[in-house]
């Protein structure tokens, strides 16, 4: 199993930045797609911005200008630099990370989530 754990949420007011971070752990495995979504209560977890391997970016446009994604490999690493931070970011913000197993196969992992709260 790949294990992913998330650090760096808290409290920020508003215009303030926070960073995300987000480590893979397993035994042999390939990172392919590593991701963060957000999700509050009452609504469908959504997409923040997502990484490839060779780091081609999916920003959707609610974030995009404010937030930027990277990924070290060799270290399975993803983080998530969040700028000019609003109260509607305010979410529980999960890491996502998809790849392969040696000799499983394909892995689909999520982390436990991370509150992130923007005071106005």
């Known amino acids: 199993q790949v294990q992913l754990v998330e650090s760096g949420g808290g409290l920020v007011q508003a215009g303030g930045s926070l960073r995300l971070s987000c480590v893979a752990s397993?035994?042999?495995?390939?990172?392919?797609?590593m991701a963060w979504y957000r999700q509050v209560p009452g609504k469908q977890r959504e997409l923040v911005a997502a990484?490839?391997?060779?780091?081609?970016?999916n920003i959707p446009v609610s974030v995009k200008g404010r937030f930027t994604i990277s990924r070290d490999n060799a270290k399975n690493t993803v983080i998530l630099q969040m700028n000019s931070l609003k109260p509607e970011d305010t979410a529980v913000y999960y890491c996502?990370?998809?790849?392969?197993?040696?000799?499983?196969?394909?892995?689909?992992?999520w982390g436990q989530g991370t509150q992130v709260t923007v005071s106005s």
């Open positions: 397993g035994h042999s495995f390939r990172v392919d797609t």
């Open positions: 990484i490839s391997r060779d780091s081609r970016t």
């Open positions: 996502n990370a998809n790849g392969t197993r040696a000799i499983v196969g394909p892995f689909n992992s």
